[in-house]
């Protein structure tokens, strides 16, 4: 896997509400460049939401992001969106698109590639996930873990600084879900930056940095995943952690 | 006997159909597309901005396209098009110099087939589900250029089957705007079938308009139908193992 560059990437004091609900109070969060921060907790937490905050599909009501350290909330979004890939529960792969097209849409549309380059750039980004011989189907014909790692692509084909992984393999049959958390390990090795919303407390322990555990729209324990898993402070995360493992 | 004799007197005088037919290939038909299709193309691009109204997070534009459907869609068409047709004509015809009717006949059918077809582009593109949204704009699109390349071309796909029952509808429709008075050279299927059967004294004029009607929306029905077919069950289905078992199971039970 080859080297990326990764930028860190810092949440100062979040706040979101929806009317009057607060679905996040004050987060902090930093990811420093090049490391994975694993974000868990139970439904409804807010972690997803997190993510949406941090490349500004939702903009937050208070507080700060910086992304190499500069605040991004006076740029605009569409450019801080192209540092910033992320990846979805359900995909979203554009089902009218071939896979091939899936990932060359973008580099053609905003990185303004001609046709051919940025074909030749999907392809070898396609290579990279093990999919280059299905660039010319429909997503709908593949596997959802294939999916998934297509749309792993596609997010890595615009060269992103920091990746957001939304619940990538909640959606995926059991015996799926290691081929792309393989395939997500591997670009933490590679030193890409990385937040990963996750419910794979295995991948959670073994390849972050720090893991983060939310609840309630608050931050309510974060550390190294030995701490955090090993030796956890608090009741909430005591209980959370004896549901779930 | 006699009255199946009538009948067939009434209907099917293939004299006064054959009299006919010359008029109706080259007047009738190509005035009734002309109609059919500029108003359909009109209707479609009017529609299309009435739908991105209709979604639109302004509120005001949101209420104005919501005004306009509720207005077109309410009214009977012939009256839209009399009010259209004898309301605008004569200023119309001061301002371009124009006499004909069928620019305001147009004005009239599109104005009426935006209000359909904007729904059912709102509707298609509503269809679409929300994470297409998401995916182009996490990718770097601002949201205007990820509705125009990734929702709303998926949006029409889906509502095909629904705008080619509009044209059809609208081939119909095109027959009122004889109300408006059309010269000879104007005339469309139905006024020419209605110009027949007046002068022959019997209703196959009409016969041989309902022929042409018919030959051009039964084809097209059916292509609504291959269409509709094809958008469900084109796409090759996932099937999970345990599904295809249950269909077998089901095939065995019944």
Not at chain 2, 41 to 61: D, E, H, K, T
Request: with cysteine; aromatic share 6%; glycine share 10%.
């Amino acid at each position: 896997m080859s080297k990326f560059t990764s930028g860190s990437l810092e949440a100062k004091n979040v706040h979101l509400a929806f009317g009057h609900n607060k679905v996040l109070r004050g987060i902090d969060l930093s990811v420093p460049a090049g490391t994975t921060a694993s974000v868990i907790g139970p439904s409804g937490s807010g972690k997803s939401t997190l993510l949406r905050v941090m490349n500004r599909l939702i903009e937050p009501d208070a507080g700060d992001i910086l992304l190499d350290g500069k605040s991004v909330l006076k740029e605009n979004p569409d450019e801080l969106r192209r540092r910033i890939g992320m990846v979805f529960q359900q995909f979203n792969l554009f089902p009218h698109k071939s896979v091939g097209e899936n990932v060359a849409f973008a580099l053609r549309k905003l990185r303004k590639l001609p046709k051919e380059q940025a074909r030749e750039e999907a392809l070898s980004q396609l290579d990279l996930v093990g999919l280059k011989h299905k660039a010319d189907v429909r997503p709908a014909t593949l596997s959802g873990g294939q999916q998934q790692r297509v749309a792993i692509a596609r997010a890595l084909a615009m060269k992103p600084e920091v990746m957001f992984f939304d619940e990538a393999t909640s959606a995926l049959d059991p015996e799926l879900v290691k081929g792309v958390l393989a395939l997500m390990a591997d670009l933490a090795k590679g030193g890409m930056t990385m937040v990963v919303v996750t419910h794979e407390m295995g991948f959670s322990r073994n390849v972050s940095d720090t893991v983060t555990f939310m609840d309630g729209g608050v931050v309510v324990e974060s550390g190294p995943p030995g701490q955090v898993f090993e030796n956890p402070r608090t009741e909430r995360l005591q209980g959370f952690l004896s549901d779930v493992l | 006997m006699d009255y199946l004799n009538r009948l067939a007197e009434t209907f099917l005088d293939w004299k006064a159909i054959a009299e006919v037919l010359p008029a109706m290939f080259s007047v009738g038909l190509p005035n009734t597309l002309v109609l059919a299709i500029v108003s359909g193309i009109i209707g479609c691009v009017a529609g299309m901005v009435l739908a991105l109204m209709g979604i639109s997070r302004n509120p005001v534009a949101r209420w104005a396209a919501r005004v306009y459907t509720d207005v077109f869609r309410g009214l009977p068409a012939v009256l839209t098009i009399l009010v259209i047709g004898l309301g605008f004509g004569p200023i119309f015809r001061e301002l371009t110099g124009v006499t004909s009717p069928y620019p305001m006949g147009i004005a009239a059918l599109s104005l009426m087939s935006s209000a359909y077809i904007g729904e059912i582009f709102r509707s298609g593109i509503q269809s679409v589900d929300k994470g297409q949204l998401e995916a182009a704009r996490a990718l770097g699109f601002g949201y205007g250029p990820s509705l125009r390349m990734v929702v709303v071309p998926q949006g029409i796909r889906r509502v095909l089957p629904a705008l080619v029952n509009q044209f059809i509808a609208l081939i119909k429709e095109s027959s009122l705007v004889f109300t408006l008075g059309l010269l000879a050279s104007e005339r469309e299927l139905f006024q020419i079938g209605q110009d027949a059967a007046a002068r022959s004294g019997n209703l196959s004029g009409y016969v041989a308009a309902a022929v042409f009607y018919l030959a051009m929306t039964v084809p097209l029905t059916h292509l609504v139908n291959w269409i509709d077919a094809r958008l469900r069950t084109g796409r090759p289905q996932k099937m999970e193992p345990d599904e295809a078992a249950a269909v077998v199971g089901k095939g065995a039970h019944s």
